[in-house]
């Protein structure tokens, strides 16, 4: 079973950046599609950068051109580095990863990230 850390959290002033990591126990190449998930406060978890096996990206339109989402295979780790952040990005960052042969999605435990005004 495959487990996801997620780290990185914390509390930024708007304008400035956080890198969040999410630390897979087993080898990530098994996943064909790992992801960031948000969710504020009353509000759905939504998606925020999706990378697939082969590298293809996709963004929430809210972050395009401020976060930046890369996997390492070799570390077996996927990163997003979050740029001029706004209070708006105020959320639990959560790590997704799946895998074709499975009915079920992984979830990491979430990280916190606040932007203060």
């Known amino acids: 079973q495959v487990q996801l850390v997620e780290s990185g959290g914390g509390l930024v002033q708007s304008g400035g950046s956080l890198r969040l990591s999410c630390a897979a126990s087993g080898s990530i190449f098994s996943f064909n599609v790992m992801g960031w998930y948000r969710q504020a406060p009353g509000l759905q978890r939504e998606l925020v950068a999706r990378?697939?096996?082969?590298?293809?990206?996709n963004y929430a339109e809210s972050v395009k051109g401020r976060f930046t989402i890369s996997r390492d295979n070799a570390k077996n780790t996927v990163y997003l580095q979050m740029n001029s952040l706004k209070p708006e990005d105020t959320a639990v960052y959560y790590c997704?990863?799946?895998?074709?042969?499975?009915?079920?999605?992984?979830w990491g435990q979430g990280t916190q990230v606040t932007v203060s005004s």
């Open positions: 997704k990863g799946s895998r074709p042969w499975d009915t079920y999605d992984y």
């Open positions: 990378i697939t096996r082969d590298g293809s990206i």
